[in-house]
């Protein structure tokens, strides 16, 4: 069974910085790509971040040069760098991973971390 972890969230000022964890319970080998989504209150999941297994990393516009997405294979943790933050980057942020080849698609998710950035 798939197990991914988050930890790092937490409430930091405008401005400031976290480091979002995810770690996975198997090798992220396993999976095709990873990513970070978030829930803002009232709005849909949106994603923030994603890294395939082989290829560029891609952004939403809203967080391009501040937020960055990194792996550590050895570790099975997926990271998400978070700087200059802003009010409006607050939500529930949670870690994906996905299989996926032509028409199949299985997606894995993280129970969320909380991000609070108060203005």
């Known amino acids: 069974q798939v197990q991914l972890v988050e930890s790092g969230g937490g409430l930091v000022q405008a401005g400031g910085s976290l480091r979002l964890s995810c770690a996975a319970s198997?090798?992220?080998?396993?999976?095709?790509?990873m990513g970070w989504y978030r829930q803002a209150p009232g709005k849909q999941r949106e994603l923030v971040a994603a890294?395939?297994?082989?290829?560029?990393?891609n952004y939403a516009d809203s967080v391009k040069g501040r937020f960055t997405i990194s792996r550590d294979n050895a570790k099975n943790t997926v990271y998400l760098q978070m700087n200059s933050l802003k009010h409006e980057d607050t939500g529930v942020y949670y870690c994906n991973a996905a299989v996926y080849k032509r028409e199949y698609r299985r997606d894995y998710w993280g129970q969320g971390t909380q991000v609070t950035v108060s203005s």
């Open positions: 198997i090798s992220i080998f396993t999976f095709s790509g």
């Open positions: 890294i395939p297994s082989g290829g560029s990393t």
